[in-house]
């Protein structure tokens, strides 16, 4: 299997790193950013995880301030006809969920990213809060299925992992949006692809928006076959009313309680009951972060069904997406 260090989805930044290190006017540069990003209206990126030194090549470079964000999608609506499946440079890696103990993958995780024309790459986290303020998530949602599920049928016909699930997150805008589900529903039709293949991985914050609406939702999407998991499981504070009053099919474990668990009691403790409830609500448990030899071992004392993380993998591009459920990943990337 390739080796994919996680840095490179953000390639780029530590160039930039040391480009603006000690560079004079440091501190007025990132004074003027403040001020433009302010009246950008930008303070969902300010709150989010774009790297300051990003910051300050998007929005230095040019300080008439055209958001890199907005000037792909400028391009894009421009140059492009999205309905022809072009996008502003969106794409997709995928991580493998493999079953505890064996490492068998049942299931990839589609994971967005952004390249923008500069060549930087950024990860969902530092464009969905922009998307969801511009009204462009819903077309990134709808964009991430098709694109999921086509691949998944590419591996399919290649008679690669078969019967292997595809998991797509999905937000709270594309829940809010009564055709959500009958939309997503013909796009499996017209792909012909199995809805039983599909996963939806909701988290508290998508399920509690608009609750009857969600439940609705993912009624029918159960209804025909497509699974329904609560991420992030235990982040929050309503994870155990999402348990009762949701429709589910599953959980994943936050990773804030697998990592150090091997050494970390409560943790173990809480990822034993959680599992256990799971079990006793007949839920699927995955341990999402799982990052050492250690953390698995442990999930497996515990019975967590699943794990996914950069133990097993790093999120690949479908290009070098070649996972054969090797034993030794984990241990050949610590030592690469
Ligand atoms: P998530 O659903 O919890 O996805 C897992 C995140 O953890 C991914 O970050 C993944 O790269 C990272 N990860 C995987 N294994 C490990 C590990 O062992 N250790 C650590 N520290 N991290 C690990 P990523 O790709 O940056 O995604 C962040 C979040 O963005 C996702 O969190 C998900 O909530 C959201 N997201 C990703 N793709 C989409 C999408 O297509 N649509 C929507 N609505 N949200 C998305
Ligand atoms: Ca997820
Ligand atoms: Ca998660």
């Avoid at 003027?32 to 790297?51: D, E, V």
């Amino acid at each position: 299997m390739s080796m994919h260090h996680p840095g490179e989805l953000t390639a780029g930044r530590p160039a930039l790193h040391s480009r603006l290190q000690g560079e004079r006017g440091f501190v007025t540069r990132v004074n003027n950013l403040l001020a433009i990003l302010k009246n950008a209206g930008q303070q969902q990126i300010l709150t989010g995880r774009l790297s300051r030194a990003q910051e300050m090549d998007t929005h230095m470079d040019n300080q008439e301030q055209v958001n890199p964000l907005d000037q792909a999608l400028q391009q894009w609506t421009r140059d492009a006809e999205p309905r022809a499946g072009t996008t502003p440079g969106w794409f997709l890696e995928y991580q493998p969920q493999v079953a505890l103990p064996s490492k068998v993958m049942v299931g990839v995780e589609a994971l967005v990213r952004w390249k923008l024309p500069n060549g930087d790459v950024l990860g969902p986290d530092q464009f969905i809060p922009w998307l969801e303020g511009n009204g462009w998530v819903a077309c990134l949602g709808d964009w991430v299925l098709r694109h999921a599920c086509q691949q998944w049928q590419i591996w399919n016909q290649n008679s690669m992992w078969p019967r292997m699930r595809m998991s797509v997150n999905v937000s709270a805008y594309q829940l809010r949006d009564p055709n959500f589900s009958a939309r997503t529903l013909t796009l499996l039709e017209d792909l012909a692809v199995d809805p039983a293949i599909l996963e939806l991985e909701l988290t508290e914050g998508t399920a509690w928006n608009n609750f009857g609406q969600v439940v609705a939702a993912v009624n029918e999407f159960r209804a025909c076959g497509v699974r329904v998991v609560m991420d992030d499981f235990g982040q929050g504070v309503s994870g155990l009313n999402a348990l009762r009053m949701l429709p589910l099919d599953g959980i994943k474990i936050d990773r804030a309680f697998i990592a150090g668990i091997d050494t970390d009691q409560k943790r173990q403790l809480i990822v034993a009951s959680a599992t256990n409830l799971g079990h006793q609500l007949g839920l699927t448990v995955t341990a999402e972060g799982v990052e050492t030899a250690a953390e698995w071992l442990t999930l497996t004392d515990l019975h967590c069904d699943a794990a996914q993380g950069y133990y097993i993998s790093w999120p690949l591009s479908a290009k070098h997406f070649t996972y054969h459920g090797d034993a030794t990943h984990g241990e050949e990337r610590k030592s690469s």
